[in-house]
Protein backbone atom coordinates (compact mmCIF):
# COMPACT_ATOMS: atom_id res chain seq x y z
CA UNK A 1 0.00 0.00 0.00
CA UNK A 2 1.66 3.34 -0.95
CA UNK A 3 2.58 5.59 1.41
CA UNK A 4 1.84 9.51 0.67
CA UNK A 5 3.74 12.39 1.89
CA UNK A 6 1.59 15.50 1.75
CA UNK A 7 1.82 19.20 2.92
CA UNK A 8 -2.07 19.89 4.11
CA UNK A 9 -3.19 23.33 2.70
CA UNK A 10 -7.00 22.43 3.20
CA UNK A 11 -9.20 21.16 5.64
CA UNK A 12 -13.08 22.37 5.54
CA UNK A 13 -15.35 22.38 8.05
CA UNK A 14 -17.12 19.09 8.97
CA UNK A 15 -20.23 17.83 7.21
CA UNK A 16 -22.38 15.03 8.40
CA UNK A 17 -22.11 11.44 7.14
CA UNK A 18 -23.99 8.32 7.38
CA UNK A 19 -21.18 6.12 7.49
CA UNK A 20 -18.32 8.12 8.94
CA UNK A 21 -20.45 10.15 11.24
CA UNK A 22 -18.49 13.43 10.51
CA UNK A 23 -15.51 14.06 8.24
CA UNK A 24 -13.61 16.87 7.55
CA UNK A 25 -12.47 17.41 3.55
CA UNK A 26 -8.80 17.30 3.77
CA UNK A 27 -6.21 18.14 0.69
CA UNK A 28 -2.94 18.76 0.28
CA UNK A 29 0.50 18.78 -2.36
CA UNK A 30 2.28 16.25 -2.70
CA UNK A 31 6.57 17.28 -3.00
CA UNK A 32 6.36 17.38 -6.72
CA UNK A 33 3.30 20.20 -6.09
CA UNK A 34 0.13 17.87 -7.27
CA UNK A 35 -3.07 17.31 -5.40
CA UNK A 36 -4.26 15.10 -3.10
CA UNK A 37 -7.66 14.48 -1.29
CA UNK A 38 -7.66 12.27 1.67
CA UNK A 39 -10.62 10.70 2.95
CA UNK A 40 -12.24 9.56 5.13
CA UNK A 41 -11.11 11.94 7.56
CA UNK A 42 -12.86 11.87 11.22
CA UNK A 43 -10.86 14.42 12.39
CA UNK A 44 -12.48 15.52 15.97
CA UNK A 45 -12.63 12.10 16.58
CA UNK A 46 -8.52 11.28 16.02
CA UNK A 47 -5.85 10.70 18.39
CA UNK A 48 -4.32 14.42 19.20
CA UNK A 49 -1.12 12.89 18.15
CA UNK A 50 -2.79 12.18 14.40
CA UNK A 51 -4.06 15.85 14.23
CA UNK A 52 -2.73 18.18 12.46
CA UNK A 53 -2.78 22.09 11.48
CA UNK A 54 -2.92 23.66 7.93
CA UNK A 55 0.57 23.05 6.34
CA UNK A 56 1.88 20.60 8.35
CA UNK A 57 3.76 17.58 6.62
CA UNK A 58 2.12 14.20 6.77
CA UNK A 59 2.74 10.93 5.68
CA UNK A 60 -0.39 8.46 5.77
CA UNK A 61 -1.20 5.08 4.18
CA UNK A 62 -3.32 4.89 1.17
CA UNK A 63 -5.12 3.33 -1.50
CA UNK A 64 -7.51 4.29 -4.18
CA UNK A 65 -11.40 3.08 -4.80
CA UNK A 66 -13.50 3.02 -7.46
CA UNK A 67 -15.97 4.96 -4.94
CA UNK A 68 -14.45 8.35 -5.83
CA UNK A 69 -13.49 8.16 -8.85
CA UNK A 70 -11.94 11.86 -8.89
CA UNK A 71 -8.02 12.04 -9.88
CA UNK A 72 -6.95 12.87 -6.95
CA UNK A 73 -8.70 11.02 -4.03
CA UNK A 74 -7.46 8.60 -2.27
CA UNK A 75 -8.58 6.54 0.79
CA UNK A 76 -7.08 6.49 3.85
CA UNK A 77 -5.77 3.41 5.81
CA UNK A 78 -7.20 4.30 9.29
CA UNK A 79 -5.83 0.98 10.64
CA UNK A 80 -1.93 3.04 10.35
CA UNK A 81 -1.16 6.10 11.90
CA UNK A 82 -1.30 9.93 10.31
CA UNK A 83 2.21 10.86 10.98
CA UNK A 84 3.07 14.57 11.44
CA UNK A 85 6.51 15.22 10.33
CA UNK A 86 7.03 19.04 9.99
CA UNK A 87 5.49 22.29 9.50
CA UNK A 88 5.75 24.98 7.04
CA UNK A 89 5.92 28.39 9.11
CA UNK A 90 5.52 31.80 7.70
CA UNK A 91 9.03 33.27 7.68
CA UNK A 92 10.54 35.32 5.34
CA UNK A 93 7.38 36.50 3.67
CA UNK A 94 5.93 33.19 3.46
CA UNK A 95 8.64 32.54 0.97
CA UNK A 96 8.46 28.64 1.46
CA UNK A 97 4.67 28.34 1.49
CA UNK A 98 4.67 30.42 -1.84
CA UNK A 99 7.45 28.22 -3.23
CA UNK A 100 6.02 24.39 -2.85
CA UNK A 101 1.83 26.41 -3.60
CA UNK A 102 2.62 28.53 -6.19
CA UNK A 103 5.81 27.68 -7.95
CA UNK A 104 5.78 23.58 -7.57
CA UNK A 105 2.13 23.59 -8.92
CA UNK A 106 -0.26 25.47 -11.24
CA UNK A 107 -2.20 28.17 -10.70
CA UNK A 108 -5.11 28.47 -12.62
CA UNK A 109 -6.67 31.73 -13.71
CA UNK A 110 -9.19 31.17 -16.09
CA UNK A 111 -12.92 29.19 -14.82
CA UNK A 112 -13.65 27.89 -18.19
CA UNK A 113 -10.48 25.54 -17.89
CA UNK A 114 -11.26 23.99 -14.76
CA UNK A 115 -14.64 23.87 -15.75
CA UNK A 116 -14.05 22.01 -18.78
CA UNK A 117 -11.44 19.45 -16.50
CA UNK A 118 -14.04 18.97 -14.25
CA UNK A 119 -16.16 17.46 -16.90
CA UNK A 120 -13.39 15.72 -18.36
CA UNK A 121 -12.19 14.09 -14.67
CA UNK A 122 -8.91 15.57 -14.93
CA UNK A 123 -9.13 17.30 -12.39
CA UNK A 124 -11.28 17.83 -8.76
CA UNK A 125 -8.50 20.08 -7.21
CA UNK A 126 -6.78 23.09 -8.04
CA UNK A 127 -4.80 26.33 -6.98
CA UNK A 128 -6.90 29.65 -8.15
CA UNK A 129 -6.22 33.30 -8.57
CA UNK A 130 -9.12 35.45 -9.04
CA UNK A 131 -8.95 38.56 -12.01
CA UNK A 132 -11.30 41.18 -9.24
CA UNK A 133 -12.54 40.01 -5.94
CA UNK A 134 -16.42 41.62 -6.07
CA UNK A 135 -17.63 41.22 -2.73
CA UNK A 136 -17.61 39.31 0.36
CA UNK A 137 -21.60 38.10 0.98
CA UNK A 138 -22.71 36.37 4.06
CA UNK A 139 -26.27 34.70 3.71
CA UNK A 140 -28.04 33.14 7.15
CA UNK A 141 -29.02 29.34 6.74
CA UNK A 142 -32.84 28.26 6.09
CA UNK A 143 -32.61 25.94 8.48
CA UNK A 144 -30.31 26.71 11.02
CA UNK A 145 -29.74 23.03 12.82
CA UNK A 146 -28.87 19.57 10.73
CA UNK A 147 -31.45 17.98 9.05
CA UNK A 148 -32.76 15.12 11.72
CA UNK A 149 -32.43 12.08 10.28
CA UNK A 150 -28.61 13.19 8.60
CA UNK A 151 -28.57 13.86 12.67
CA UNK A 152 -29.86 10.64 13.63
CA UNK A 153 -28.13 8.31 10.78
CA UNK A 154 -24.58 10.56 12.21
CA UNK A 155 -25.40 9.22 15.71
CA UNK A 156 -26.41 5.84 14.90
CA UNK A 157 -22.57 5.83 12.85
CA UNK A 158 -20.68 6.56 14.94
CA UNK A 159 -22.24 3.50 17.66
CA UNK A 160 -21.60 1.09 15.26
CA UNK A 161 -18.07 1.79 14.43
CA UNK A 162 -17.01 2.14 18.18
CA UNK A 163 -14.96 4.97 17.88
CA UNK A 164 -14.37 5.13 21.58
CA UNK A 165 -13.67 2.00 23.98
CA UNK A 166 -16.35 3.21 26.22
CA UNK A 167 -19.68 4.94 25.88
CA UNK A 168 -18.00 7.92 28.03
CA UNK A 169 -18.83 9.37 24.24
CA UNK A 170 -22.68 9.86 24.80
CA UNK A 171 -20.86 12.44 27.34
CA UNK A 172 -18.04 13.94 26.14
CA UNK A 173 -18.69 14.06 22.08
CA UNK A 174 -21.00 16.45 20.54
CA UNK A 175 -21.68 16.53 17.07
CA UNK A 176 -20.19 19.53 15.43
CA UNK A 177 -22.92 22.65 15.18
CA UNK A 178 -24.28 23.61 11.92
CA UNK A 179 -22.86 27.24 10.79
CA UNK A 180 -25.99 29.05 10.89
CA UNK A 181 -24.79 31.36 8.55
CA UNK A 182 -23.02 30.56 4.75
CA UNK A 183 -20.12 32.44 3.52
CA UNK A 184 -19.41 33.22 -0.30
CA UNK A 185 -16.54 35.51 -2.69
CA UNK A 186 -18.10 37.06 -5.87
CA UNK A 187 -15.17 37.31 -8.41
CA UNK A 188 -14.31 37.45 -12.14
CA UNK A 189 -11.31 35.25 -13.58
CA UNK A 190 -8.93 36.34 -15.98
CA UNK A 191 -11.67 36.10 -18.77
CA UNK A 192 -14.01 38.34 -17.05
CA UNK A 193 -16.04 35.31 -16.23
CA UNK A 194 -17.96 36.05 -12.85
CA UNK A 195 -18.78 33.51 -10.09
CA UNK A 196 -20.04 33.14 -6.65
CA UNK A 197 -18.55 30.39 -4.79
CA UNK A 198 -19.48 29.33 -1.37
CA UNK A 199 -16.06 29.21 1.40
CA UNK A 200 -16.36 25.94 2.81
CA UNK A 201 -13.20 26.26 4.90
CA UNK A 202 -12.35 25.00 8.40
CA UNK A 203 -11.20 28.18 9.41
CA UNK A 204 -14.14 30.48 8.75
CA UNK A 205 -16.45 28.48 11.06
CA UNK A 206 -14.18 28.10 13.81
CA UNK A 207 -13.24 32.28 13.42
CA UNK A 208 -17.59 32.75 13.67
CA UNK A 209 -17.65 30.33 16.67
CA UNK A 210 -14.86 32.41 18.37
CA UNK A 211 -16.39 35.56 17.56
CA UNK A 212 -19.51 34.48 18.51
CA UNK A 213 -18.02 33.65 21.87
CA UNK A 214 -16.03 36.84 22.30
CA UNK A 215 -19.39 39.02 21.84
CA UNK A 216 -21.10 36.93 23.99
CA UNK A 217 -23.73 35.40 21.32
CA UNK A 218 -24.19 39.02 19.38
CA UNK A 219 -24.74 36.91 15.92
CA UNK A 220 -24.55 40.69 14.21
CA UNK A 221 -21.21 41.55 15.81
CA UNK A 222 -19.68 37.84 15.06
CA UNK A 223 -20.98 38.04 10.98
CA UNK A 224 -19.01 41.55 11.21
CA UNK A 225 -15.79 40.44 12.45
CA UNK A 226 -15.95 37.65 10.14
CA UNK A 227 -16.66 40.06 7.50
CA UNK A 228 -13.38 42.44 8.75
CA UNK A 229 -11.23 39.35 8.43
CA UNK A 230 -12.67 38.09 5.03
CA UNK A 231 -12.95 41.37 2.74
CA UNK A 232 -11.36 44.05 4.66
CA UNK A 233 -7.99 42.30 6.14
CA UNK A 234 -7.67 39.60 3.13
CA UNK A 235 -8.64 42.95 0.38
CA UNK A 236 -5.01 43.60 1.27
CA UNK A 237 -3.25 40.50 0.99
CA UNK A 238 -2.50 38.75 -2.81
CA UNK A 239 -5.39 36.32 -1.91
CA UNK A 240 -5.46 32.90 -4.06
CA UNK A 241 -8.27 29.94 -3.62
CA UNK A 242 -7.90 26.65 -3.02
CA UNK A 243 -10.47 25.10 -5.14
CA UNK A 244 -12.59 22.07 -5.26
CA UNK A 245 -14.98 20.13 -5.75
CA UNK A 246 -18.13 17.82 -4.47
CA UNK A 247 -18.45 14.00 -5.12
CA UNK A 248 -21.84 14.58 -6.37
CA UNK A 249 -21.30 17.65 -9.34
CA UNK A 250 -17.46 16.81 -9.82
CA UNK A 251 -18.57 16.35 -14.08
CA UNK A 252 -22.36 17.39 -13.89
CA UNK A 253 -22.94 21.12 -12.30
CA UNK A 254 -22.46 23.88 -14.61
CA UNK A 255 -19.93 24.95 -12.32
CA UNK A 256 -18.78 22.31 -9.60
CA UNK A 257 -16.46 24.37 -7.42
CA UNK A 258 -16.21 25.52 -4.20
CA UNK A 259 -14.00 27.96 -2.12
CA UNK A 260 -12.30 24.79 0.11
CA UNK A 261 -9.61 26.91 1.27
CA UNK A 262 -8.21 30.28 1.00
CA UNK A 263 -4.04 31.48 1.08
CA UNK A 264 -3.66 35.66 1.68
CA UNK A 265 -0.08 36.00 1.17
CA UNK A 266 1.08 39.38 1.82
CA UNK A 267 1.54 41.41 -1.57
CA UNK A 268 5.68 41.34 -2.63
CA UNK A 269 6.20 45.56 -3.64
CA UNK A 270 8.14 44.76 -6.82
CA UNK A 271 11.26 47.18 -6.14
CA UNK A 272 12.22 49.64 -9.03
CA UNK A 273 15.81 51.36 -9.69
CA UNK A 274 16.20 55.20 -11.11
CA UNK A 275 18.05 54.69 -14.26
Wanted: glycine letters at 4%; aromatic letters at 12%.
Amino acid sequence: MPQERILVTVKTYPTLSKKYCETVCTAGLREDGSWVRLYPIQFRTMEDSERYSKFDWIECDVFETHKDPRPESRHLDTSKEIKGIGHVGREHDWEERRRLVLKKGPVVTSLKDLIESAKKNECSLATFKPERILEFEVKPEEERNWDPAQFDAAIKSLKQRDLFENDDWKETFRIVEKLPYSFFYRFTDVDGQESRMKILDWEIGALYWNCLRKWKMDEKAAVEDVRKKYWTEFMKKDLHFFLGTTLQWHSIAPNPWTIIGVFPIPVQRQLTLDL
